[in-house]
């Protein structure tokens, strides 16, 4: 069953591949806070832009060395060719290099199509009332570059997909801590959704959910990984193994979306996508702290973590900044935690084995 969603994330370019030639138009999203609903809606299949551990790639991007590891690599896998079936790109602004990341890439024609996601820092009306003309106005044009215009009963129909996405995510990090997957594994089941058709997924996540097995509370070190980039949680997960404990539970920010509550499907939908968005997914700067504090300790209660690792981009301000604000309250919580920067290349890696074993062993 695990197989099946490591393959859909592993073999994901060569599956986008195959949908691109049955006629499907691929979107790619940078960070959790473009709606995918509405590129849905609009008959396309959106996908999230992954890092890939490969060296190569940042140096194929050719951008300036202090830049984050994942605006390098996705540059460099643009210049590699590895993203040439992806039709358009929407990119919402979380940080000052990915919003002129933005501007690069339209620079180079990088794809067919690029766009903006103007995506206020707050909730209150005037913030909802900008962000649902600005999601009619996407919707606009993804309709007109897919022929498939998005109408406010398809927006309902591609909600209600996704809100049974969460809804199943929900009930997956319910039973994971004593399910007897391994975070690994659980791992691929969380990047699957980021990179597949939703239905898919959903299909898949039925079945898993419907064939986990009873297990057992486990009596080694357990830990929570907050982390961004992918290849460096699977690195982070291995090390934590490695030195006798199990990551239990995970929190990957760019997308929070999936695992959060549902998105009604009454009223406006452009309007409840809107509420669905705002300072709902912890992008640093468009999120309370406060609250993603809490959320990450509850978090932890819920899967009896002992202690979390907290890993982010080597040259990353924005979640840099976040973690500063974070670290008073898991200090004043006396919440054991572990922050480790760096980029998903072996060398930064591997200098990060120490670190992870002296925390682990630090752990009650």
């Known amino acids: 069953m695990i197989a099946r969603f490591r393959e859909l994330f592993e073999q994901r370019h060569d599956r986008a591949r195959v949908l691109r030639r049955q ?5 790619a999203s940078f960070y959790g806070l473009t709606p995918k609903e509405l590129v849905h809606a609009a008959g396309m299949v959106p996908v999230q832009l992954v890092e890939d551990r490969d060296s190569r790639y940042e140096a194929k991007g050719e951008l300036l060395p202090y830049l984050c590891g994942m605006s390098k690599n996705l540059t460099g896998q643009i210049a590699s060719g590895v993203l040439d079936y992806v039709d358009g790109v929407m990119v919402a602004t979380v940080c000052d290099t990915n919003r002129h990341l933005l501007d690069i890439w339209v620079h180079q024609r990088a794809f067919p199509n690029h766009w903006l996601v103007r995506t206020p820092a707050k909730d209150d009306e005037g913030a909802v009332t900008y962000f649902t003309s600005e999601l009619k106005r996407l919707a606009a044009e993804l309709g007109a570059v897919s022929g498939h215009p998005v109408t406010d009963d398809g927006l309902r129909e591609s909600i209600a997909l996704f809100n049974e996405n969460r809804s199943l995510f929900r009930r997956f990090y319910a039973a994971r801590p004593t399910a007897g997957i391994s975070a690994e594994d659980a791992v691929y089941v969380f990047a699957a ?10 299909a898949l996540m039925r079945e898993l959910l419907a064939s986990l097995p009873p297990g057992a509370p486990r009596s080694d070190p357990k830990l929570m990984l907050s982390a961004l980039n992918i290849p460096m949680a699977l690195e982070t997960i291995r090390m934590a193994e490695k030195y006798g404990a199990t990551v239990v539970t995970d929190d990957f920010p760019h997308n929070a979306r999936y ?10 939908p452009f309007r409840a996508l809107a509420r669905g968005y705002l300072r709902k997914v912890p992008a640093p700067g468009s999120f309370p702290l406060e609250e993603r504090a809490v959320w990450i300790r509850e978090a932890m209660e819920r899967a009896s973590a002992q202690g979390l690792i907290y890993v982010i981009q080597l040259n990353c301000d924005a979640y840099a900044f976040e ?37 682990v062993e630090s752990l009650p």
């Open 193 to 202: 959704a980021l990179t597949s058709p939703v239905e898919e997924h959903n």
């Open 23 to 27: 006629g499907r138009k691929i979107v």
């Open 259 to 268: 695992g959060s509550t549902e998105i009604p499907t009454d009223g406006d």
């Open 323 to 359: 973690y500063a604000t974070l670290k008073e309250r898991f200090d004043r919580w006396k919440l054991p935690h572990l922050k480790i920067e760096a980029e998903a290349t072996p060398s930064s890696i591997e200098q990060l084995n120490v670190r992870v074993q002296s925390f």
